[in-house]
């Protein structure tokens, strides 16, 4: 089955530095990938739709400067968290759709945030 | 704007027993899926069942059925024999095909507990 892999797992940083997430489909093609974001014990929040070759879609209320998403290539998604703060600190989970198989979302394992 | 609503935060049952988890939704779209979404532990999203919005036959995995009111744009899912493997967080979620590939959006979740 398709597998979408999200690295790293856990990553904890200092306040005001910048954090990069990896977002890969690993046996298949994405040309649209999502990026939420998931407090404890709560619901996944759409932050934005990275899509391949053209800017992101982002959520109303996010940020685009502190949230940049590049989607450079078919299979890989990336979301930076820039100028990193302790508010920030998440759980963030991405997920993408197969080219070929219609509607069939995959999500990663997510990325825990900590910034200290 | 679709919008997905659990008014379950969260509910105990006893191994064995069957149990219903409640979600409604509002759309004004007519052609969308339905799914219900495990989140255990170590936080991966599983899908436990889709429901195609045009399909008037309820969706059937295992244990796990849904009962489907598109009128009343309902969407129950039932556990059957639960397990203590069914402890998890589950989320109802919507997504519109009238655009392919479109984002999923996710209802607050009902944190369900299996009693040994």
């Known amino acids: 089955g398709a597998v979408v892999s999200q690295h790293p797992s856990r990553v904890i940083c200092k306040s005001g530095t910048s954090v990069k997430i990896e977002c890969r489909s690993l046996d298949f093609q994405a040309t649209t990938m999502f990026w939420y974001r998931q407090f404890p014990k709560k619901s996944l929040m759409l932050m934005a739709t990275s899509n391949e070759g053209s800017k992101a879609t982002y959520e109303q209320g996010v940020e685009k400067d502190k949230f940049l998403i590049n989607h450079a290539s078919l299979t890989l998604s990336t979301l930076t968290v820039t100028s990193a703060h302790p508010e920030d600190s998440s759980f963030y989970i991405c997920?993408?759709?197969?080219?070929?198989?219609?509607?069939?979302?995959?999500f990663g394992a997510g990325s825990r945030l900590t910034v200290l | 704007a679709q919008t997905v609503t659990q008014s379950q935060p969260e509910m105990s049952v006893q191994e064995a027993e069957t149990v219903t988890l409640s979600c409604t939704y509002d759309t004004s779209e007519n052609n969308y899926y339905l799914f219900w979404y495990k989140q255990p532990p170590s936080r991966q999203m599983i899908l436990v069942i889709r429901?195609?919005?045009?399909?008037?036959q309820n969706a059937t995995e295992n244990r796990f059925s849904v009962n489907f009111q598109k009128a009343a744009k309902s969407f129950s899912l039932k556990i059957s024999d639960s397990q203590l493997g069914d402890t998890a967080m589950y989320f109802c979620?919507?997504?519109?095909?009238?655009?392919?590939?479109?984002?999923?959006?996710f209802g607050k979740g009902t944190r369900l507990h299996i009693l040994p």
């Open positions: 979620a919507f997504m519109n095909l009238a655009r392919r590939n479109d984002k999923i959006i």
């Open positions: 429901q195609e919005a045009y399909k008037q």
């Open positions: 997920s993408a759709h197969d080219r070929a198989a219609f509607n069939v979302l995959t």
